[in-house]
């Protein structure tokens, strides 16, 4: 069984930064690509940022520039890094993995960017 833990979400004001981290444990093989996603209420969920295991990225239009996901493989973590945060990115922050064409979820931390 997989386990995705997330941590770093909060409350910041606009312009603020915040690091999110995600560490992947349990039984995984291989895993193929990870990505966050967001949700804000009322919303539906969307895709925030992706990187696959060669460590290409593909980001939503609404964050390129200012978000940067990562990974360290040493620590099965993954980082998403945002700066210059607007309010219109308060949201439910989850972390997923692909392996063996199969996605694993975490919780996700909140994060609220207040104007």
């Known amino acids: 069984q997989v386990q995705l833990v997330e941590s770093g979400g909060g409350l910041v004001q606009a312009g603020g930064t915040l690091r999110l981290s995600c560490v992947v444990s349990?039984?995984?093989?291989?895993?193929?690509?990870m990505a966050w996603y967001r949700q804000a209420p009322g919303k539906q969920r969307d895709l925030v940022a992706g990187?696959?295991?060669?460590?290409?990225?593909n980001y939503a239009d609404s964050v390129k520039g200012r978000f940067t996901i990562s990974t360290d493989n040493a620590s099965n973590t993954m980082y998403l890094q945002m700066n210059s945060l607007k309010p219109e990115a308060t949201a439910a922050y989850s972390c997923?993995?692909?392996?063996?064409?199969?996605?694993?979820w975490g919780q996700g931390p909140q994060v609220t960017v207040s104007s």
């Open positions: 349990g039984r995984i093989f291989r895993p193929d690509a």
């Open positions: 997923t993995v692909r392996s063996c064409s199969t996605w694993s």
């Open positions: 990187i696959s295991s060669a460590g290409s990225t």
